[in-house]
């Protein structure tokens, strides 16, 4: 079958074969751009102005002192924010590896605008403690901060500073002395005298390393700190390099440190301070790979691959969930072809190989089917809808047929009766092919009873929906929403008896109650509903003496075997189900296990796994394991266990027993009259336990006498 279909996603037609086995479009690679053409010049001016706040954010960073991790925070914010928006105009596959190159390159971006500030202003501060002054508690400290690298730059560059300010501090070892709080000139005056040091500097390479003042010119090698040079102002001079600018390799050199007081006695030994000069290339590059190679680089690079491996599943996650949600539109588009295509046909000949044919792709299809569970549902309906067109068609043909045989039959009979034939072989071979023709006739329809055919008139209806020969043959039955007569007793907790001549709707009433119970299941929560119903079939035969023994065990067991029913449906209702109503149902699963037989193998039976089923039996056997069996003939005990012996929230159990026609004839109803009286005799006593016995009989005399009335 081959058909023309066009692309749910808006893409052009195209021929395609059976589209369960072949991929019913094919998907067009569009960009983001081309989906969103209302919001893209707001995209673009949005990205182009968050580049312009960068770039402002980056050159205020460098002219203000503002913390380095602060500028490169927010320029990548923008700059991220930028190429976001301008990652939209490429294409979904595209997307996720653009925004992993985006982060990788946001990441090297800011380690080298990093290396290349932090190097620039690369400062070490060292600290001298100076004891003995006299003028504090403690001791006085030297802080001089210097530049452990000096970039080789052309001379007209300023140096860099070296600077030196007292501080009061600690003398070492001593715990219990704290360093002065707050910011000011430190009192280290002496009786009113200003306390004053000299820091001899010395370079050991005077042809790589000069010092000088501001201007450049060449000073002593000395510093004079006094008590006011604070933090503020420190005394400073300027190293500056005194090598040519063509020199590319480092070169290391040391300050040589001696303190004087003063009277010019050395008050500290002679210290060295390393100072490397080197290319400011060759700088950055040293200082851009230590920050690069640091120890926070893996975890950041595992970070990021965790988070793009994470971006790109949920990606092809969404593409994923958008071909099945396209795949299922056009799957449900093909069975409503199916559907319109067998109902348009004529009822002829024809219309029957379509259906033949309908048919035989639809189950075709329902075999190899493994896709989305709706598109299953609609294709089972469909399949079963197709079955009934076809059954009635093969009823139709079969009438035609026959009526056609039986007209022919009937012309060749007056014609040999015309022609005088008086042969016995063809009359008796006349008479036999009449009788098959009578008994392969269509069987009419019973006549309804008068209170349904009426109560159906009142409602407004032109057929009997409950009949009119059997209901679970009717495909009708369970679309129809109309409650039969006497629902408002029927449908109510309860025992009851239903009464009724033979298509007055007795079968169709039991059906609808148990579909009722079953769609309140559904509705709340699979299965998890106020009533349970399932059908018993008690036992009517057998000695009249154990008739109340009988049939009280083929109740227990069938109350067991529509338990284990839904446990196969949902297990978790089990773990939902109280303690002392689980043991009070395995307790009655091992009671009744020489009827049902092993609980796992039920469970197997219905359709549960092989594991989940064996671990349900073991739970059973070890909840069961020292309980006392009751008796059937112990009736209170009877009672109680199927009082408890229920699931989660099923609050009562309606039991539906449809009594059959011949049962009630006179050859067997003084057998069935002492069975039936025990079932009727029953019907209060476990009512007490919440189970509520419907019975279906046909409308007799004898019933008066074996149920209560009702």
């Known amino acids: 079958m081959r058909q023309v279909r066009k692309d749910v996603g808006g893409a052009a037609p195209q021929e395609s074969g059976d589209p369960w086995t072949k991929a019913p479009w094919r998907r067009v690679r569009t960009s983001r751009f081309a989906k969103h053409r209302r919001n893209n010049w707001k995209s673009l001016v949005s990205s182009l102005l968050a580049v312009v706040a960068a770039a402002v954010v980056v050159y205020v960073g460098q002219l203000y002192p503002f913390p380095v991790e602060w ?33 990788v390159a946001l990441y090297f971006a800011s380690v080298a605008y990093r290396s290349k500030v932090d190097d620039l202003s690369w400062r070490t501060e060292e600290v001298f403690c100076l004891e003995g002054t006299g003028a504090t508690s403690g001791g006085t400290e030297l802080r001089l901060s210097y530049p452990r690298t000096i970039p080789l730059e052309p001379a007209d560059k300023p140096g860099w500073a070296v600077s030196a300010y007292l501080w009061p501090g600690c003398p070492r070892g001593d715990a219990n002395v704290q360093p002065p709080t707050g910011v000011g000139i430190p009192a280290l005056a002496v009786h009113g005298e200003a306390v004053t040091y000299t820091v001899m500097l010395t370079p050991t390479l005077a042809d790589v390393l000069v010092l000088t003042d501001h201007e450049g010119i060449p000073v002593p090698p000395r510093l004079v700190v006094a008590t006011t040079a604070t933090a503020e102002e420190p005394a400073k001079c300027y190293a500056r390099q005194a090598l040519p600018v063509t020199r590319t390799f480092p070169v290391t050199t040391s300050l040589e440190v001696s303190v004087l007081n003063a009277d010019g006695e050395p008050v500290l030994g002679r210290e060295s301070l390393e100072v490397t000069l080197e290319d400011s290339r060759s700088a950055w590059r040293r200082h851009f790979w230590e920050l690069l190679l640091g120890p926070t680089t893996p975890l950041l690079a595992f970070a990021g691959a965790v988070a793009s491996l994470g971006a790109w599943w949920w990606q092809e996650e969404q593409k994923r969930r958008r071909e099945r949600e396209q795949k299922k539109l056009v799957e449900i588009a093909y069975l409503r072809q199916l559907v319109e ?33 709706e598109v299953k549902d609609e294709l089972q309906r469909t399949l079963e809808s197709v079955r009934r067109a076809q059954l ?20 060749l009979k007056e014609n040999k009766e015309a022609e005088g034939w008086e042969d016995e072989a063809l009359l008796s071979l006349f008479e036999s092919v009449g009788r098959m023709l009578e008994g392969l006739a269509p069987r009419p329809e019973p006549p309804e009873a008068p209170s349904v055919a009426a109560w159906v008139r009142n409602k407004g209806l032109k057929f009997n929906p409950f009949g009119p020969e059997k209901a679970e043959d009717d495909p009708h039955f369970l679309e129809r929403s ?54 018993w079939e008690p036992p009517l035969e057998g000695p009249a003496a154990d008739a109340a023994t009988a049939c009280e065990r083929s109740l227990a067991a069938c109350v067991a075997e529509a338990n284990l029913t839904q446990l196969a449906r949902n297990p978790d209702l ?3 189900t109280p303690f002392p109503q689980q043991r009070a149902l395995a307790l009655l699963f091992r009671l009744t296990e020489d009827a049902i037989g092993d609980p796992r193998v039920c469970l197997e039976g219905r359709g549960l796994g092989e594991n989940r089923a064996e671990a349900l039996a073991l739970q059973f056997r070890r909840l069961s394991r020292g309980l006392k069996v009751p008796q059937y003939a112990d009736q209170r005990a009877m ?8 699931l ?63």
């Open 639 to 646: 009672i109680a266990l199927l009082s408890r012996a229920r």
């Open 71 to 103: 500028t490169i925070a927010m320029a990548g914010a923008l700059l991220a924010f930028a190429l976001f928006q301008l990652g939209k105009f490429l294409p979904d596959d595209w997307f996720v590896g653009f925004l992993f190159c985006l982060s």
């Open 574 to 576: 089990f773990e939902r």
């Open 482 to 535: 109309v409650p039969p007569p006497g629902w408002d007793i029927i449908g109510k907790p309860g025992p009851v008896i239903i009464r009724g001549a033979p298509g007055s709707g007795r079968t169709a009433a039991r059906l609808y109650l148990m579909d009722q119970c079953e769609k309140q299941g559904f509705a709340t929560g699979q299965g998890a509903a106020d009533t349970l119903a399932f059908t």
């Open 341 to 373: 295509k067998y109902k348009s046909a004529e009822a002829s000949e024809t219309r029957r190989k379509y259906l033949e044919e309908a048919v035989r792709e639809l189950e075709s299809v329902r075999g190899k089917y493994r896709g989305d569970p």
């Open 392 to 411: 009635e068609q093969i009823r139709t043909t079969m009438w035609l047929r026959w009526h056609e045989a039986s007209e022919q039959y009937k012309t």
């Open 648 to 710: 989660a929230t099923f609050a009562q159990h309606y039991v539906c027993v449809e009594i059959p026609d011949d049962i009630l004839d006179e050859d067997s109803i003084p057998e069935a009259k002492v069975h039936l009286k025990a079932l009727g005799d029953m019907m209060p006593v476990v009512a007490r336990a919440r189970i509520f016995i419907k019975a279906f009989v046909r409308q007799a005399s004898e019933i008066d006498s074996l149920f209560p009335a009702t």
